[in-house]
């Protein structure tokens, strides 16, 4: 289903909580929303449609991969960049890291750790930051 993006910057910097094998549903709202707004986003974090867990999705060309409770654990190569988000306006400073290294589930709940370059990294550490309440 598709939901609408929340731009309430209280919710949005309240702390998000681990995920359930019983949230799975949230998977299939956020791979539909950010479906809608592939023209706008690339990549949206649960409360971002008003869920306070650590789920994200974001897109690689056409596939919407979804990350269930991910942690980085290595960061290397730190540097400053511009973002915007779908539930704020305009653009934002901020210091990414250009590789990441990600423990996270898929979907089944299987466990995954992979490494992350370049915008795609920029995405998924935009993302955690959702789950911390950190706004850009």
């Known amino acids: 289903m598709i939901r609408p993006i929340v731009k309430d910057i209280l919710f949005l910097g309240q702390k998000s909580e681990l995920a359930t094998k019983d949230d799975v549903a949230i998977i ?3 791979v539909d929303t950010l479906r809608a ?3 706008y986003c690339v990549g949206m974090a649960a409360n971002m ?3 306070k867990k650590r789920i994200l999705v974001f897109s690689v060309g056409d596939i919407i991969i979804p990350m269930v ?3 980085i654990l290595k960061k290397d190569g730190d540097y400053e ?3 915007s988000c ?3 306006t305009g653009f934002r400073k901020t210091r990414r890291f250009e590789t990441i290294e990600v423990e996270y589930f898929d979907k089944s709940f299987k466990k995954h750790k992979q490494v992350f370059t370049g915008f795609t990294a920029q995405i998924i ?6 789950f911390e309440g950190i706004i850009i």
């Open 69 to 71: 409770n991910p942690v």
């Open 125 to 130: 550490q935009h993302e955690i930051d959702h």
């Open 86 to 88: 779908l539930s704020l």
């Open 28 to 30: 299939d709202d956020l």
């Open 81 to 83: 960049t511009e973002e």
């Open 37 to 39: 707004n592939l023209e």
């Open 49 to 51: 449609i008003g869920v």
